[in-house]
Structures are given as structure tokens and as C-alpha cells.
């Protein structure tokens, strides 16, 4: 099956400092991702999202960049804040294959007050 | 409004025994998806709903999981004869249409003794 991966499993930040967690995925014919954030005991609340046709898209504090070129997904948080701690996810679709989802590993964010 | 719901939140199955989880989408979502995850991944997809549609089963393990939802809300995701690899968080999701943003419920832990 095709794989979304994540280069780090775990990342520590500093309390007002910015946040970058990154996802590499294989499929080219991907066209829709999602940046999903955990925390524990709940379930994977949404983020952002960004479209294949996009290559930047910026919420509040959050920022998804998408390059297509090296299938490369990343997701920075500004300012980032302790509620930011928990595990985030990059979530994949791939049209052809289905509605569904596939999901990372996942990176654990400890932001240090 | 409400988002999406799921029950029971935990449920200690002793090897053998059947369970049913129940889940209760945001109301007017057309898809509905049901993911398991282990500890430490990242969600992996059972079955895809649209509506009362069961359209994609392709990621259930085994004949032992069924999946239903019979008048296009709630679903059931049933585990007969419960194995200890069945232990994991329970995912469901919806989303208003197809290849759209999903919105996750809190899950249900399920352990199997």
C-alpha cells in the first residue's frame, strides 16, 4: 500500500517558539491532505487541510505548506503554546484508491513552558 | 452543534465474546467511516458508508468484523468472537460529502482479556 511518513517521531519546542513537523508521502496521484491533531484519550481533531492544486494555505497560528516535487507535507505552528502539545497526524487521500484516509505514524509535540 | 459521538467510550471484552460499537455521525453527514488504531499509529481504515451504503470494506481484518448503518445515521461496528489483537482505539468518523473533510469521535478504547 502506499505510506505516509513522518521524519521525526518526536519534537520539543519552547513556549512561544515556532513549531515545523513534516510528512512525506509516496503517491504522486495524492490530491487532498489533512494535518489531524491528537491529544490523548481523543480522538484526531482537524486542523488544516490543502488541496493538490494548492502549495500554501494558512489558518490561525497554523500554516500548511504542500510541495508537490518532493512529496513533502509540513505543518508550522506559531507562537506555539502548551495546549499545542499532543501527536499530530498527516492524513493522505488518494482519490483513485477510495474515500478513505492513510494515516502517518504520527509526532509527538512537547512544548516546553 | 453536536459533533460526533461514539458509545461506550470503553469496553473490557473477556476472548470469545461479542461487542457492538455504536456511532453517532454529525447530523446531515452523508459519509461515514470507521478506523482502528493501535497504540502509538496512526489510524487505519475498516469501512467507508455513504448514507446506508457499505462502499468500501476493504479494511476489515477479518469476517468477524461487520459494520452497519441501516437508515443512513448511526452506525454499528461489531466484533463477533473478540481476539486479543482485536484491543485498540475504535475510530468513526463523517464528513458532509465524499473526499471531504472528516471529523473524528472520541473513540472507543476497546481491551479484549
Known amino acids: 500500500g502506499e505510506s505516509v511518513g513522518l521524519h521525526l517521531p518526536t519534537l520539543s519546542v519552547q513556549e512561544g517558539d515556532n513549531s515545523i513537523i513534516n510528512c512525506a508521502y509516496s503517491n504522486s496521484a495524492s490530491d487532498y491532505f489533512i494535518w489531524y491533531k491528537q491529544e490523548s484519550g481523543k480522538g484526531p481533531q482537524f486542523i488544516i487541510d490543502i488541496r493538490s492544486n494548492m502549495d500554501k494555505r494558512q489558518g490561525q497560528r497554523v500554516t500548511v505548506l504542500l510541495n508537490k516535487t518532493v512529496k513533502h507535507l509540513s505543518l508550522q505552528i506559531a507562537a506555539t503554546q502548551p495546549g499545542d502539545s499532543a501527536v499530530y497526524f498527516c492524513?493522505?487521500?488518494?482519490?483513485?484508491?477510495?474515500?478513505?484516509?492513510?494515516f502517518g505514524t504520527g509526532t509527538s509535540l512537547t512544548v516546553i513552558p | 452543534g453536536a459533533g460526533v459521538s461514539q458509545s461506550p467510550r470503553y469496553k473490557v471484552a473477556k476472548r470469545g465474546q461479542d461487542v457492538a460499537l455504536r456511532c453517532d455521525p454529525i447530523s446531515g453527514h452523508v459519509s461515514l467511516f470507521w478506523y482502528q488504531q493501535a497504540l502509538g499509529q496512526g489510524p487505519e481504515f475498516l469501512t467507508y458508508f455513504q448514507n446506508e451504503a457499505q462502499l468500501d470494506k476493504s479494511g476489515l481484518p477479518s469476517d468477524r468484523f461487520f459494520a452497519e448503518r441501516p437508515e443512513g445515521s448511526v452506525s454499528t461496528l461489531k466484533i463477533q468472537r473478540t481476539q486479543q489483537e482485536d484491543s485498540a482505539v475504535y475510530l468513526c468518523a463523517s464528513s458532509l460529502g465524499e473526499v471531504e473533510t472528516q471529523y473524528f469521535g472520541p473513540g472507543t478504547r476497546l481491551l479484549v482479556l
Open positions: 492524513a493522505e487521500n488518494l482519490a483513485s484508491f477510495g474515500n478513505q484516509f492513510y
